[in-house]
């Protein structure tokens, strides 16, 4: 059964930073890409990054580019997001999601086959 | 960026009904289309994926059509179950639709 876990939300002043973390089992770690995806209270989902499974490919939202840093490591089946600079506009549920990745015409994209449950990050202070 | 415009952004529906959410693209997507359903505090599940391709588990009353740039989730007969947001989801530099509602009538 594939499990996504995430875990390091809270409360951070504006300016602060935050690494989230994301515990996978149930599948093949290293074998897939793998994005965080954001929810601001009461507002719809916000693709933020994501990985390759090799970790040598990282992807932003232009929101996060710069200020956001996603990384791997597949010896502990674990995604992070690291998050600096954080603004009162990053307050939200961030959830980790297992990428399907397809190729269509030779342009490849991704859809999320499993989420984890969120944990909440709040800037505010 | 592709842009995905949802419609209706809510809509009240009764138990047995058939609901139709409709998703359009700014540009064609060549069927490369996932729809989600997230229930209040919970995370969001995949529903459906490539347009019309329903994902292990999900009941046959929820379907999808579509090409080109518009496309659509329909359920069948709405269960007690199912009132929750839809999400759709294009799969290029990866942005949601909006979202729809559905509700109790």
């Known amino acids: 059964e594939v499990q996504l876990v995430e875990s390091g939300g809270g409360l951070v002043q504006p300016g602060g930073s935050l690494r989230l973390s994301c515990a996978a089992s149930?599948?093949?770690?290293?074998?897939?890409?793998m994005s965080w995806v954001r929810q601001a209270p009461g507002k719809g989902l916000e693709w933020v990054s994501a990985?390759?499974?090799?970790?040598?490919?990282?992807y932003y939202a232009d929101s996060v580019k710069g200020r956001f840093t996603i990384s791997r490591d597949n010896s502990k089946n674990t995604l992070y997001l690291q998050m600096n600079s954080l603004r009162a506009e990053d307050t939200a549920v961030y959830y980790c999601?297992?990428?399907?990745?397809?190729?269509?015409?030779?342009?490849?994209?991704?859809?999320?086959?499993?989420w984890g449950q969120g944990t909440l990050v709040t800037v505010s202070s | 960026d592709i842009q995905m415009t949802q419609s209706p952004s809510s809509l009240s529906a009764s138990v047995g009904d058939r609901v139709t959410i409709t998703c359009r693209a700014s540009?064609?997507?060549?069927?490369?289309l996932a729809w989600y359903q997230q229930k209040p505090g919970k995370a969001p599940k995949l529903l459906l994926y490539?347009?019309?391709r329903l994902e292990s588990g999900v009941p046959s009353r929820f379907s999808g059509s579509g090409s080109g740039t518009d496309y659509t989730l329909t359920i069948s007969s709405l269960q007690p179950e199912d009132f929750a947001t839809y999400y759709c989801?294009?799969?290029?530099?990866?942005?949601f639709g909006g979202g729809t509602k559905v509700e109790i009538k």
């Open positions: 490539a347009a019309s």
């Open positions: 540009q064609g997507i060549s069927n490369s």
């Open positions: 990985i390759s499974g090799s970790g040598g490919s990282t």
């Open positions: 149930g599948f093949t770690f290293s074998s897939y890409a």
């Open positions: 999601a297992k990428d399907e990745v397809v190729v269509v015409a030779a342009t490849p994209g991704r859809y999320f086959d499993y």
């Open positions: 989801q294009q799969y290029y530099s990866t942005p």
